[in-house]
T-cell receptor
Framework: DAKTTQPPSMDCAEGRAANLPCNHS???????VYWYRQIHSQGPQYIIH???NNETNEMASLIITEDRKSSTLILPHATLRDTAVYYC??????????FGDGTTLTVKP | DAGVTQSPTHLIKTRGQQVTLRCSPK?????VSWYQQALGQGPQFIFQ???????QRGNFPDRFSGHQFPNYSSELNVNALLLGDSALYLC??????????????FGPGTRLTVL
C-alpha cells in the first residue's frame, strides 16, 4: 500500500491561495490520490481525487506531478472556514494508517 | 438528499459495558464502513459491510462487531469496553465495496467516552 507524507501544519492568509503538498513516492500506476478534510469534531469531508491528470471542482484543484510521486491540493481563495485537518490518502482505506495525521491548515485573518 | 447520519452523537459508558452505535448511509449507497478516530489521529478502518455481510476487517479485536440491515443501515457493537476505546466513531457510506477506488462519505460521528 502506498503511504503518504504531509507536513503537520501550515498557515495561510485569508483570501490567498492555500497550497497543501503531499508525497506519495511509492504509488502504483492504478492507485488514486484522494483528499479529504476534517473540520474540528466533524466527520471527514471528501474534497477531490485524481489519477494522473490535474483535477478541479468547486472546492479545490489537484495538481499531480508527471511521475505521480507527489501532489498539491490548492484552495484558490482560502477563508476562515477552510481551517481544518487535510488528509491526502492513497486507498485502500483498509490499509494500516491510510489516513495518517494529515496537515492542519490554519487560515488567518 | 440525506447524507450519512449517525446516532447517538455522544455516549458515556463505563469499563466492561457494551455499546451499540447506529448509522444510516447516504441515499443510494449500499456499502457501509466504520472507522475509529482517537484524539489527534486520523481515522482507522474497523470493517466494511456490504449485502449484510462483513467484507473486510481492519486490525481490531473480536470485541468489535457489526451488522447491516436490509435497508443498508448498520450497527457497530463494542463489548467489554476498555478505556482505550474512547474515540470518535465514524461511519462512511459508498456506492461500491471497492476500498481501493471508492469515495467515502462520512457521517458526523459518535463521540464515545469510556470511564
Amino acid at each position: 500500500d502506498a503511504k503518504t507524507t504531509q507536513p503537520p501544519s501550515m498557515d495561510c492568509a485569508e483570501g490567498r491561495a492555500a497550497n497543501l503538498p503531499c508525497n506519495h513516492s511509492t504509488i502504483s500506476g492504478n492507485e488514486y490520490v484522494y483528499w479529504y478534510r476534517q473540520i474540528h469534531s466533524q466527520g471527514p469531508q471528501y474534497i477531490i481525487h485524481g489519477l494522473k491528470n490535474n483535477e478541479t471542482n468547486e472546492m479545490a484543484s489537484l495538481i499531480i506531478t508527471e511521475d505521480r510521486k507527489s501532489s498539491t491540493l490548492i484552495l484558490p481563495h482560502a477563508t476562515l472556514r477552510d481551517t481544518a485537518v487535510y488528509y491526502c490518502i492513497v486507498p485502500p482505506y483498509a490499509g494500516k494508517s491510510t489516513f495518517g495525521d494529515g496537515t492542519t491548515l490554519t487560515v488567518k485573518p | 438528499d440525506a447524507g450519512v447520519t449517525q446516532s447517538p452523537t455522544h455516549l458515556i459508558k463505563t469499563r466492561g459495558q457494551q455499546v451499540t452505535l447506529r448509522c444510516s448511509p447516504k441515499s443510494g449507497h449500499d456499502t457501509v464502513s466504520w472507522y475509529q478516530q482517537a484524539l489527534g489521529q486520523g481515522p482507522q478502518f474497523i470493517f466494511q459491510y456490504y449485502e449484510e455481510e462483513e467484507r473486510q476487517r481492519g486490525n481490531f479485536p473480536d470485541r468489535f462487531s457489526g451488522h447491516q440491515f436490509p435497508n443498508y443501515s448498520s450497527e457497530l457493537n463494542v463489548n467489554a469496553l476498555l478505556l482505550g476505546d474512547s474515540a470518535l466513531y465514524l461511519c462512511a457510506s459508498s456506492l461500491t465495496r471497492h476500498l481501493s477506488t471508492d469515495t467515502q462519505y462520512f457521517g458526523p460521528g459518535t463521540r464515545l467516552t469510556v470511564l
